[in-house]
C-alpha cells in the first residue's frame, strides 16, 4: 500500500469523558496502514509535510463539512440473524430463541444461503462506518469460514466466532453441536483456518472462542474451550447475565453468577467480551476489571430481552472496558451511531426511572447517566480496549481504521449551524443523525472499503 495523508478535522475521544478536537490536522499513514504521526495544525512541520504529501498525490484534503472519525467498533453481534432484523421483537429471550433465532441459524447448514447473507451484512455494516465486528456466525464450520472470507474479500476487521452449544437440555436437537467433542473440534478448526487463511496475512480477522452463553453448553464444553483459548490464545465472546431468566438459570445450575462461573471455566481474560451483563454485581465488576475482560453494552437489544437497562455509568466509573454492540437481531438496528444514542437515552431511563406511578424519589437510580461523549468512546477507543486491539483513536500507533462524516450531504436529517454549532455540538449531531448517507468515506488498516 502506498502512505498517505488526511488532511482535515480529527474528532476522537482518546480519553473516557473528553472528545479531542483537531481542525486542519495533518494524519499520516504508513505504507502497512498504520498511523505513523499526527500534526497539529500549529505544528511545526505541519506546512512542510502537508505540501510534501500534496506534491506525492498523497493528500486527501477533507472539505469544511467533512470530519475524521474513528471507525466505529460493533461488539456484539450474530451475523446470522441479519435477515430477522427488525421482526421478532415480541417475545421474551427463552421464547425469541427457541421459536425464532434457533430455526433461523439452523439454515446456515445451507452455505449458498450463508454467503448471500453474510455478504448482504458486511457489505450494509461497512456503509454505516463499522470498520470492526465482533461476530457470533453459527454452529456450522463451513459458513463460519465463509464468513470469515467474506469479511477478508471486503476489507472489513472481523473477528468470528463458530458458535458452540451442546447441552441437549436447552439446545433443540435441529440446531446443537452433533457432540461436546465435534464442537470443540470444530472450534480449533476455525481458529487455525483464520490464522492461515489466504489474503489474512496481516490478521485483519480474528478467530473467537464463543460459547453461546452457559445454558446452551454442558459444563464439559465450557471447560474444553476455556482450554482452547488459553492454548490459542484467542478471544473470547458469550453472552453474561443478560436477563433475568438466563441470569437465574446460572445461579441454579452452578450456584454462582455467570462472571464467576465463566472465570472458573477459565473464559474470563484480557482478551474476553462479555455481551450485556445487565445483572452483574459490584464484586462481578471487579472480577471481570481484575482479569482484563470487556463489557459489550447492547443497549437497543436490552429494551427488547433484558428486562433492565446496563448500569453503564457505574461500570465506566470502575475502570471497566466497555464498548457498544448492536447485538443485531435482538438489536433492530445496524448503526453504531444509533446505538450510541440509545446508550445515552437508556442511560437517562434508569436514572429517571420510567414508572409514573411512583414518586420522582423512589423511580430511578440517581447518578446513572451517561453523556454523548463517554457513548462515542464507548464506540470507538472503549471497544479498541474491550478487544485489546490499536484501534478506535486516531492517534499514532493506532491502525488506520477511520471514517469521513460529511454534514453537507444532500437528502439527510443531519443539519448543522455555522452561526451556532461549535464542533462538539457537530459531533453530538453526528451521533444522533448521521446516517450511511453521511458516512463517505471508510478506511480498514489504511484500505479505503468505502
Ligand atoms: N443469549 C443467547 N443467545 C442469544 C442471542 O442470540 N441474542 C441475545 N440477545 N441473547 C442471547
Ligand atoms: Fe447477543
Redesign the pocket.
Known sequence: MKAFSVLGTLIHAPVLGELEILPAALVEVDGSGDISAVHRSNSESHANLTAQARQEDALIELSDSQYLLPGMIDLHI?AP?WPQMGGALHLP?YDW?QQC?FPLEAKYADLEFADKVYSSLVETLIANGTTTALY?ATIHLEPSKRLAEICVAKGQRGLVGKVAMDNPAECPDFYRDASTEQGLDDTRALINYIREMPGNESARVLPVVTP??IP?CTDEMLKGLGEIAKETNCHVQT?CS?SDW?HNYVIERHGTEDTNSLNNFGLLGNKTVL??SNFISEADMQLIKQQGSGIAH?PL?NYY?SNAVFPARKALDQGLDVGLGT?IS?GPNPSLLHNCNVAVTSSRALEEGVNPELPAEERGVPGSRINFKEAFWMATSGGGRALDLKIGQISEGYAMDAMVVDTAVSDSNLITWDESDDLENVLQKILYNADRNNITKVWVQGEQIK
Do not use: I, P, V
Request: hydrophobic share 30%; aromatic share 16%.
Open positions: 450474530h440473524q429471550l430463541l433465532t457470533f453461546r452463553f446452551s453472552h443478560e438466563e455481551a450485556h447492547c437489544s430481552f447485538d435482538g
